[in-house]
């Protein structure tokens, strides 16, 4: 039976078995898992990551963005979770299911890549910044 809601349940870890109808929250892993909105049973695990998922929190409601599109899953569902509400979305065809993985590929890609320059600045400063105060105390 599809759902039409989602309860949010905060956890310190997501338990072994799901409930329907439960979106488990674990912000110390930095995970939202729950069953398909679909009814099929399947366990949905998203990751809450700049370049994956984010969870909004308003008055005990919560949304995640973007939509979960279980492309992998025989159901191949297609939804989103706002505001506890599950909209569902169209079936995507085989074309553009194809264009959005490219498409989370390369945004994973280039977050990785923004993070390593990133790191790799913020090391070349921490070495100049030793070497100019080691010189200031000569």
Request: net charge positive; hydrophobic share 35%; charged share 30%.
């Amino acid at each position: 039976m599809r759902h039409s809601e989602f309860t949010p349940e905060y956890v310190e870890t997501v338990p072994e078995e799901l409930k329907e109808g439960r979106l488990y929250i674990s912000k110390r892993f930095r995970t939202a898992s729950h069953l398909c909105a679909c009814g099929c049973g399947r366990r949905v695990v998203t990751p809450l990551k700049p370049a994956k998922w984010t969870l909004k929190e308003k008055n005990g409601a919560v949304s995640l963005c973007p939509s979960i599109g279980r492309w992998q899953l025989p159901c191949q569902s297609h939804y989103w979770i706002r505001h506890n509400k599950v909209i569902w979305s169209r079936a995507f065809s085989e074309e553009e299911i194809a264009d959005v993985l490219r498409r989370d590929a390369e945004d994973l890609r280039d977050y990785y890549a923004q993070r390593r320059e990133s790191s790799t600045k913020r090391h070349v400063f921490a070495r100049l910044w030793r070497w100019v105060t080691r010189k200031k105390a000569s």
